[in-house]
């Protein structure tokens, strides 16, 4: 399909279930204490886009649709899927918040950041109540499949940001590195979110692992697509400072292929630059010359085919469709 | 038993578990992040009093004495045992680590605290990856009691930290809710690396609950003599900052006493004086004289005898003997 579907009709066969997630969401994170709840109403005004509980339901629905002669009522998996889809938007909204510390973040979703707004204590704090949550929720509905995924991906988020801390500031930080960390640091927790919700339904290993490879392809796509328009976008749609992984030292996909080119010389100086505004101008001037970002994006587009191609196998059905124009979606978004 | 016991002689009966606790903890943090690596070095290097894995230790030795006709070998227990104390301890150092952002604590250990040596940045992230650790460790380890045990702790230690945040600066502060606050963030832990230890050898219910309220009592003894100590203990000795939960308007039993007594106007014109040396000192004379700090005393040892009540089910043996010396220790310690 050439047409470009956006994320309503993408999301529109679960509909049901991305009503509910949001008030369930308030239900795990209910506190009686006052400062938090301010904190969780404060980060909650804003939702996002809600791509974590969405795979779960798209998930759930492709192992329903495999499963066509299975008994109908069955309470039980739907309310473990709506709870696991909430608490995977809990658990990646614990790492946006200490994230957002670590990388000195200021604004997020178009607001300033927790440890902005409330200081870093109070943003330390929160985020451990929200991954506490999280876990709690993860434990009391995931099942002997789904437990022990989260916890790897936990791992691999926690690795992912390590990896990244470490590589900050470095020139030759190399195209595979930079993809491991980002597969580690985003792509997992889609992944896992995708085959929380198939695993709920009780899908087969091997689908189960296709559902794991879209996931990983899908947040690569993602994630480039994220770093791209952080030197393509506009701010006010974003609602993120621009540059700002740039100012922290974090290089992404563009960077890293100019690095790689004739252009090396140039870059490094305009990395070494003082002005961090003039800097990151004279930066995005130079990676549309270079190609770099035009590269970034035909990256994007490759993941996005092997994202695709995972859900051959899989018998047509408005799930599918879904997620093979969410894969789309991906790359064709303007924030 | 009217003589104190030492450290040393109290930790014997598990002397072989407790020597191999820090090569467990070691390898559980094994990374290849260099970054990472030097700070669990770092943190690793002053050991502190491995009081949480003791616990767990001494936990497993009541649970096997308690059944004396098992089966000697017993590899899986020991294995799970030893890396329950340890994760236990690393649960302990994330939260620590954490702590010290949101306290803006200086010192630990007679060292730097983390975010003030490697930032904050680096700080919450170390936390994150001790916490994960730990967790992945005790999903490994433990049985079907002990995982439900930790997450609920893990809730509760996040609560107290909140409810703490909460109530600071509070000069209305009731000795009930400060009561709450240690049980949660302090005493939870400490209860349940005991009953742990007991758990991963089977014991009953009802001796485990009675190991829990052991734990509790003794855990707010450690902490309220923690919180003495801030104003008798000598800095080199303690090897933290004193002062400094006050410097945060974090108050404890010795100020929330002085505050419900006659010398209240007092106590709130030096909590609102602006020099923090002075301002100190002038607390600490007061509290001398007024008899806050003999009353927190007293009120630790109140609850060391309900703790050492706790323990009277069980036989006798040189684990109960190590926790009656324990709870004894504990108000007795001069850091």
Redesign the interface.
Known sequence: MTQTLNLASIYAPVTSGMESVPGIIRDILK?P????EDVVRYFLSRNGKLLRPALVFLGGGLARSLSAGAPVPAEREETAELHLAAATEIFHAATLI?DD????APIRRGLPSLHVKWG???A??A???F???A??TI?RYGNDRI??LF?KT??EI??G???E??EKNNINLTEEIHFEILRKKTASLLACALQTGALVWGMDEARAEALGRYGNYFGMAFQITDDRLDFTGRENELGKTLGSDLGEGVYTLPVIRCLASADRDKVVRILHARNHGKRFSMLKTLLQKNGALEYALEKAKGFVSRAKAELEGFPESPFKTSLLGLADYVIRRER
């Open positions: 506190t204490n006052r400062r938090i200490h510390i670590i990388d000195s870093p204590q109070t330390v704090l985020g451990d109540y991954h506490d949550r876990v709690v434990f437990i022990p916890l936990a791992g926690c690795e940001e390590m990896q801390l470490g």
